[in-house]
């Protein structure tokens, strides 16, 4: 409290030293010393007078008083102008009124509600600067202003609004009765002050006097009576007429385009180019000042007038669009909210392409100025199916199918949804290949668009195949045996995996049981075996994931796996032990260790954000997985010491040998029942940090999809 008491009065005393250096001294206004020197007076609750000034004082500019609690104070009583209200409060220290010309010399007084306070010195004058008179009233920036008073001849700077100075060196004319200057361009319209210029005269130790004027100087702004053309087209010129448009600096049209270049300019009227961009809104016109005037009328931008032919068309066909202004479209959208390509565009012509993506519906035009103009509506020519045949085929066969407009189509699905081979293409006809798995139904044709075009009949689809039920395991590990069942097993020939890798060694085969080891270089990821059977047929299994980790599946219960959900990705879940990156590889998005930490490994708590938030039922039905890679040559993995982190929960010890010691570079499944925890019931995981914890972990270590899968 002593420090603050000390600051105050430090406060205090600068305040009095400043003052007491101004050539116009300020009074103290206490009746004793010892109150001045008292440390906690700044902080007194009491209303309190310590000095005004400046005394002497000049009529028609400020009284300044210095104390406490002054904010409290409601009129001041001058000798000859009693009753002031009109009270500036700087601070609860300071207040300030302006001195009337009816004042006289004598004691101040201040009152506030539960009494007042006079000053023990007498408020003197000295022969005061004046303003009698100011012509002309209104005046423009350029032009000629003369002020009349007494005591100009003291003046050292004329303000004028809005804090524009004009110094004494740059008067017209000066003398005791009489200012001229200048109205420079900046100039606004408002008060004029004479200034004795003591903070120019003392390098800004003394307050200047300021005298204001009792009415307003006007100054001229520009006005705006007409705009013409309008409405009038983007890039061109637009003419704008009106009074005192030579003061104008800029001209700014709506969409915050500003012009401060002009290919005309007088007094009466400014020549300008119309912003391509300009969108339709009032005309602002600036000044030097910065002081805006705004027209009356908005100006209308242009649209262009048109018709477009032909109005039914293909896909990937050009329109034609006829009119005037043509010019200023800069976009066009087709229905389906695709923008078509302007191949050529003139200002009464214009050609289009027909985007593929396009369907039937309105098309409309888009200027540069954001305005719309709606074309007719096109109807998008869709592909018939006439016919196809054979009837009855095999797959890699071929079939024809005949029909109009064939050129449109994209893609042949037969039933079971594969697509065909499309081996040659015209408007009337299409050479499709049967894909291997295909079965009997109807053939489906897909055009540029997305529009659906089925056959008039179905195809059947001749094949002595097997029947492939199931597998025994939930997915095919390189370099294990896969168990295939079904029916007819025995008429299988070959196994092809995908990637085009056959299989070479097989175990056990009966006709409802096949055992084949799956290739080291099957491609990995979901997909499907190809059958040849002896008499050269080829089917299709059922889809199965092949690779060395377990697969995500419908039921997988996802907890991290730096993939994108919402606003949160990967990048948000980079380790907070700083020793991580995050990688892409074939698509898929995960963690590497960069170096060896002990810390935070996996780490996220942006539920909020989009990051997965599950709530489990019967957490005792699941088993907890997540994928890893050790990369050759790295070494320790299995001595890290690790524990999970669910919803803030430190309670999920593992210890070592959470990690292989080895992958041999290849990614592959952890799996850890929750019966370790003995978790059952449910698992909230929806709030707080969800990871793993611990370590040394070496460099050179992957983690993705920490997740819970049923048992």
Known sequence: MKIEMKSKHYILTLIIVFSTLSSSMLFTACEKDDEMLETDQMGSKE???KSYGPSPAMRGGELRFIGTNLDQVTSIDIPGATGLTDITVVTQYEIRVTIPQSAEPGIVKLNFPEGSISSQSVLSYSEPISIDSFEPAQVKAGQKLAISGEYLNNVEEVILAD???VLKKDFLKQTREAIELTIPEEAQTGKIIVSDGADLLS???EIPTWIYSSSDLTVVLPSISTISPNPVKAGSLVAITGSDLDLVKSVVFKGDFMVDSFQTQTATKIELNVPERTEDGLLVIIPASGVEVRSESELIMVVPELNVSPTTIKNGGEIIVNGTDLD??????????????ISDQTVTEMTVVVPDEAISGVVRFVTKALKEVNGPELTLIDPVFSSFAPQEAKANMSITIEGTDLDLVVDVVFSGGLSGTIESQSETQLQVGIPVGASSGIIELVAKNGERIFSPSEITITANLP???GFAENKGTPGEILTIQGTN?????ELIFPGNIKATAYGIKTDETVQVYVPQDATTGYGNITLITYEGEQGLSPEIFIGGTDPITDATIMVMDFEQHGDHNGSWDNSWSGSSEILTENGNTFIRYTSSFDGWALNCNHQSNGAPAPVIQNIENYILKFDIRIEEGVTGAENAQLQF????????????NLFPSETGGDWITVSVPVSTWGLTGTF??????NGLYGGIIPAGISIDNLRFDPI
């Not at 097993?489 to 020939?493: D, P, T, V």
């Not at 909230?684 to 940090?689: I, K, R, V, Y």
């Open 47 to 49: 209303i309190t007078l």
């Open 163 to 165: 804090g524009i100075h």
């Open 203 to 205: 390098g800004g130790e």
């Open 328 to 341: 200023l479209i800069e976009k066009v959208i087709f229905e389906g909210g695709i923008e078509g390509t």
């Open 467 to 469: 029947e492939i039920t």
């Open 489 to 493: 097993l025995l008429l299988i020939k």
């Open 645 to 656: 982190v669910f919803a803030d929960q430190w309670s999920y010890w593992y210890g070592p």
């Open 684 to 689: 909230d995981l929806s709030s707080g940090t």
